[in-house]
């Protein structure tokens, strides 16, 4: 049975003493025999519901960042080509350099081309990649100086496109360092932070 779709995620309405329905944005009528049953199908629809959320802001940011004019200094994409050392390096210089951009985050992007910014996709599974025995985020994140929760997403802008995202906060008061060395960005190229004093000295 369908209902028309309304404004609010999901609630339930009495239909009797032991009958329940959900509305959903998906717009579907759901009936339960308890109520119990009924919040546990709503958490699992919360779930749902904010996934969803979540992959279409992610492909709208991806739209965004590809269509910027040029690679910036708070952003770097790649295809398929990864080294956990030389990420960790580029998480160091994006959040740096998001932080005299004045961003609140940098971005590391694995499906999108370099030279024009094509969305091509990518076969780079991070969150399976290990170091030695240890997960690369982890591995990564133990190396940063001072602690940085970047976020990695896994996503599909398309049914046939996979990219990952890596959303990298910006530096805060102190210089972030990966390995007991700060990088930055000068333009497309990853430099070391203390060869350039004077913008060491506005983070």
């Known amino acids: 049975m369908r209902q028309t779709i309304i404004p609010s995620s999901y609630f339930l309405i009495p239909m009797n003493f032991t009958r329940f329905t959900l509305i959903c944005r998906t717009g579907w009528n759901f009936r339960f025999n308890s109520y119990g049953d009924g919040k546990l199908i709503l958490s699992y629809f919360a ?10 802001q992610l ?11 040029a690679e910036t200094e708070w ?5 398929n080509r990864f080294n956990p050392e030389e990420v960790g390096r580029l998480i160091s210089a994006l959040s740096n350099s998001a932080n005299l951009c004045g961003k609140q ?27 030695g025995n ?13 602690h940085l929760d970047f976020k990695i997403y896994e996503f599909n802008c398309d049914k046939n ?15 972030v360092s ?10 497309s190229y990853t430099k070391e932070l203390s060869d350039y004093p004077d913008k060491e000295r506005q983070i």
Do not use: C, Q
């Open 134 to 146: 240890e997960e690369i985020e982890n591995w990564i994140m133990r190396g940063l100086r001072p």
């Open 161 to 175: 496109t996979r990219v990952v995202l890596f959303e990298v906060p910006s530096a805060t008061d102190l210089p």
């Open 75 to 79: 952003v770097e994409f790649k295809v």
């Open 59 to 69: 492909i709208k940011l991806l739209i965004e960042l590809s269509e910027l004019p």
């Open 47 to 56: 779930r749902i519901i904010n996934l969803i959320m979540d992959e279409e």
């Open 178 to 187: 990966f390995m007991d060395k700060a990088y930055i960005r000068i333009g």
């Open 105 to 131: 985050f940098g971005y590391l992007i694995f499906g999108v081309k370099d030279d024009n910014h094509e969305i091509v996709g990518t076969s780079i599974k991070p969150k399976i990649i290990k170091e």
